[in-house]
């Protein structure tokens, strides 16, 4: 069971818009900043969000993230079949130690 | 371009201690500005973060792990290293080192070797 609560799947057409939440507590996404990372079957994640909205250099701005008291939501506009990925929020936690980072359980995106 | 790269056995018997190293090239690991995280991902299942350390040497442990979990660096080599002790067939997953933004609940891991796996199995 995961500290973060996402969705387990989303879906959408290629073209459309999809959104993926990320739901914690006041221990985390209520006083810590929101990573969101994109996992293309078989690598390693990719920092896609930081800072709760902000880009690396390099990641479409079809991709935006917010934040909104214990929640986060990832936005995907201009869906293509190349998202297809599992996504990840990731935060800092205090609840049992200064410092902990958790993560969601992921959310699977499927480009229909 | 920093990159970093997983190294150790691929193998590891149940009850005996997990150990990899990290190697970080096209940069400092005592830059400063950065933290240096272990994470495991099982097959199939989500993120885990094991632990961080700074080059000062001060690490910070997932409480769940933290009775087992060693992290140390070697700047001399520019790497850092993982030892998970007494483990079991649940610490089977895939092993990634990570490059974390030195800013309080940031959570940012920007840079990320391309994992390892390893298999506790007798």
């Known amino acids: 069971q995961s500290v973060l609560t996402q969705p387990p799947s989303v879906s959408a057409a290629p073209g459309q818009k999809v959104t993926i939440s990320c739901s914690g507590s006041s221990s985390n996404i209520g006083n810590n900043y929101v990573s969101w990372y994109q996992q293309l079957p078989g690598t390693a994640p990719k920092l896609l969000i930081y800072d709760n909205n902000k880009r690396p250099s390099g990641i479409p701005d079809r991709f935006s993230g917010s934040k909104s008291g214990t929640s986060a939501t990832l936005g995907i506009t201009g869906l293509q079949t190349g998202d297809e990925a599992d996504y990840y929020c990731?935060?800092?936690?205090?609840?049992?130690?200064?410092?902990?980072?958790?993560f969601g359980g992921g959310t699977k995106l499927t480009v229909l | 371009q920093v990159q970093l790269q997983e190294s150790g056995p691929g193998l590891v018997k149940p009850s005996q201690t997990l150990s990899l190293t990290c190697t970080v090239s096209?940069?400092?690991?005592?830059?400063?500005?950065?933290?240096w995280s272990w994470i495991r991902q099982p097959a199939g299942k989500g993120l885990e973060w094991i632990g961080r350390?700074?080059?000062?040497?001060?690490?910070n442990y997932n409480p769940s792990l933290k009775s087992r979990v060693t992290i140390s660096v070697d700047t001399s080599k520019n790497q850092f290293s993982l030892k998970l002790s007494s483990v079991t067939a649940a610490d089977t997953a895939v092993y990634y080192c990570a490059r974390e933004s030195m800013r309080k609940g940031a959570a940012a891991f920007d840079y990320w070797g391309q994992g390892t796996l390893v298999t506790v199995s007798s």
């Open positions: 350390i700074y080059t000062s040497g001060s690490t």
């Open positions: 990731g935060t800092w936690d205090s609840s049992l130690s200064a410092g902990n980072v958790v």
């Open positions: 096209g940069g400092s690991i005592s830059s400063g500005s950065y933290y």
